[in-house]
């Protein structure tokens, strides 16, 4: 054992030794190369400057090509939203322009009176406010639920477009500010024609104060004006909705006057239309039925005259139509046709 130990204690002085030696030959090799030593340090130091400059010059073109493109974006958004300014403008002063136009002379045709609005519709509005976040409010949403003010976005193209960019405007997700933006800046007024009749009004933005017949009244003046070419006018029961007095002293003079122009064909049931207005040739219908029978059991037969035709009653007859004449038949199928036919004899004094 005690050999063991002297060993060991033999071999650590031994290592001892040789690490101090080793130390003193560092110590001089240092000291003899110092200079080389510290060229070498200044190698390294000058090679990692020279890295991190050129690192600093690729940035740096890098930070060019960018700035060019961020002005050449800025150049163009500023001409688009310069462009926007002047569609803008343009596109509301030719709608002021027509309306003034259109409203500074009377138009009116057969006691009807046109105008024209412009204006937007609600649900336009509500369409584009849609992507806009209601919890916050802005310069766009000035309370929370409103629709969006397009009035003040329009006002401002480039105040609106950097609200939406820099996030001022709170937007629902899977709404863009470019998307948005050209919702809102693209809101246009609408254009919608409105008529007067007897101080009764229809179309435009406000709601209708005619009652069902004074629009139907309306539209059959309407459509019955609406040409001036000479071939037949074909008219189905213009008696719908309409009331006797509107039909003797609107559409009754009408016809009368248009006849001379054109051939009208009219199906109806009204005495006033057929009787009141003269016509030249009346056309009597008749389905075939057990108590109205046609000739051979056909499904339906037609009687023709004018309304100066009368005959006798014919209670032998085989046939619905064969039992009196055109006058009979328009007394008994028409409504109030006896009454027409007075109002018709004491016109003509006959």
Not at 90 to 110: G, I, M, P, W
Not at 301 to 322: C, I, K, R, V
Request: aromatic share 6%; hydrophobic share 35%; net charge negative.
């Amino acid at each position: 054992m005690s050999r063991v130990e002297e060993t060991l204690v033999a071999a650590t002085v031994s290592l001892v030794g040789e690490q101090a030696e080793l130390i003193a030959v560092i110590e001089t090799i240092e000291k003899d190369n110092s200079a080389l030593i510290a060229k070498h340090e200044a190698n390294q130091e000058l090679s990692s400057v020279v890295a991190d400059h050129k690192k600093q010059v690729v940035r740096l073109d890098q930070i060019a090509r960018l700035r060019g493109s961020h002005d050449s974006l800025v150049e163009q958004q500023q001409s688009a939203i310069d462009r926007a300014i002047g569609a803008i403008k343009d596109r509301s002063d030719s709608l002021a322009e027509f309306e003034a136009n259109f409203n500074s002379e009377e138009r009116v045709l057969t006691d009807l009176k046109f105008g024209v609005e412009t204006a937007v519709p609600t649900d336009i509005v509500d369409h584009v406010s849609v992507g806009f976040s209601q919890r916050s409010t802005n310069d766009y949403i000035k309370s929370k639920g409103e629709a969006v003010s397009y009035e003040e976005a329009q006002g401002d193209p480039a105040k609106f477009v950097e609200a939406l960019r820099s996030g001022q405007v709170t937007l629902n997700k899977g709404y863009t500010p470019s998307t948005t933006a050209a919702d809102v800046l693209t809101v246009t007024a609408e254009v919608r024609f409105s008529a007067e009749l007897d101080t009764d009004r229809i179309g435009g933005f406000g709601r209708s104060s005619m009652t069902p017949g004074k629009q139907a009244l309306f539209a059959l003046t309407l459509i019955l004006n609406e040409s001036q070419e000479p071939w037949p006018l074909l008219i189905d029961q213009p008696e719908d909705d309409l009331d006797s007095r509107s039909i003797y002293d609107t559409i009754v003079p009408y016809l009368m006057q248009r006849k001379r122009e054109r051939q009208i064909i009219m199906v109806s049931h009204n005495a006033n239309l057929v009787i009141g207005a003269d016509s030249e040739l009346v056309i009597v219908a008749n389905r075939h039925g057990a108590d109205r029978k046609n000739k051979r059991g056909r499904t339906f037969e037609y009687f023709t005259g004018s309304l100066e035709h009368s005959q006798p009653l014919n209670d032998s007859s085989a046939t619905a139509l064969g039992r009196f004449g055109v006058r009979e038949h328009a007394c008994e199928i028409l409504d109030g046709g006896e009454e027409a036919f007075q109002k018709r004899r004491n016109k003509y004094k006959i």
